[in-house]
């Protein structure tokens, strides 16, 4: 069974402009949550999607969206980029909701902000 | 707020040393316990999880951890690490009323040949 992807892995992107990371769960899995990850301060969590349905949200401003597809891939959208924003952005499938179900991430995508 | 505390930042050992690293949370109410490894250039992967019952579980590669309520914590154990060991060790509480997990801030472990 593959496991999950990422697109793409790498993004080099200037200030003020926006981008879209994709996500592809592993075959079944109807649930993707999304992470920023940066040096010292671990996963923080972005929001997660169920059925097409953002479930949960993190602290994050508005300018990070997301949505997810009937074949349960889902894209994150951050809007006018800041430096600040330079990180790893991962993606999380699991069977369903609740945290009982073990997370299986991906590889990440790194966007370096200029 | 729900929080996770890995004490350690760095960590450096010599192969056959042992290993504890510490994760303490902040929540009273019931939580799923998690330990995830990232190897380098690797997916993080889960280590090992802990729902209920025994509260010492076993998870891959010769890691347990130890949830001791009274404590609030989860600490990871290995009695002797090796080289291949070395990777970057997250803490995680999934809490079970907001359906939502929160990591600590991670533990670099660097075994030294």
């Known amino acids: 069974k593959a496991g999950v992807t990422q697109t793409p892995r790498y993004l080099i992107k200037t200030r003020g402009q926006q981008v879209t990371l994709s996500c592809s769960p592993i075959?079944?899995?109807?649930?993707v949550s999304w992470y920023q990850q940066t040096p010292g301060q671990g996963l923080q969590f972005l929001f997660e999607?169920?059925?097409?349905?953002?479930?949960n949200k993190g602290n994050f401003p508005g300018r990070f969206s997301g949505r997810q597809f009937s074949n349960s891939r889902s894209e994150m959208n951050v809007s006018t980029l800041e430096l600040g924003d330079s990180a790893l952005y991962l993606c999380?499938?699991?069977?369903?909701?609740?945290?009982?179900?073990?997370?299986?991430f991906g590889p990440g995508t790194r966007l370096t902000v200029t | 707020a729900q929080s996770v505390s890995q004490h350690n930042h760095h960590v450096i050992l010599s192969e056959a040393a042992s290993l504890e690293l510490g994760c303490n949370y902040s929540?009273?109410?019931?939580?799923?316990l998690f330990w995830y490894v990232q190897y380098p250039g690797q997916h993080l992967q889960l280590l090992l999880k802990?729902?209920?019952?025994?509260?010492l579980v076993k998870g891959i590669k010769g890691f347990e951890a130890e949830f001791i309520k009274s404590k609030f914590s989860f600490n990871l154990r290995k009695p002797s690490v090796q080289w291949s060991d070395t990777a970057e060790y997250f803490c995680?509480?999934?809490?079970?009323?907001?359906?939502?997990?929160?990591f600590g801030s991670g533990t670099k472990l660097n075994v030294k040949p």
């Open positions: 999380a499938s699991s069977l369903g909701l609740g945290t009982a179900d073990e997370q299986y």
């Open positions: 075959s079944g899995h109807r649930s």
């Open positions: 999607y169920f059925s097409e349905t953002q479930r």
């Open positions: 929540y009273g109410g019931t939580v799923n």
């Open positions: 802990y729902f209920s019952g025994d509260p």
């Open positions: 995680a509480i999934g809490h079970n009323n907001f359906n939502k997990f929160y």
